[in-house]
């Protein structure tokens, strides 16, 4: 149900950007700040993260592993 419903959600953000969207779910039911990993194709040079009002955020490369790379 959980995944069916995020889904559903994600389905509704506008993810027509430049590059590929990755969408995070906060399942904890309040504000979190917190460090998030995620490992991405080596598409391309360089990654850059926004938050969900638009503005950049730090990120790092942290390597690469058979073609993938985790940031």
Not at 17 to 43: I, M, Q, R, W
Not at 56 to 67: M, W
Request: charged residues 20%; aromatic residues 6%; glycine residues 12%.
């Amino acid at each position: 149900m959980l995944t069916t419903s995020v889904g559903a959600v994600s389905r509704g953000l506008d993810t027509d950007v430049k590059g590929l969207p990755v969408v995070l779910y906060n399942a904890a039911g309040f504000e979190v700040s917190d460090v998030v990993e995620v490992t991405l194709p080596l598409e391309g040079s360089k990654f850059t993260v926004y938050d969900h009002k638009g503005v950049r955020v730090p990120s790092q490369v942290l390597g690469t592993q058979q073609g993938r790379r985790g940031c």
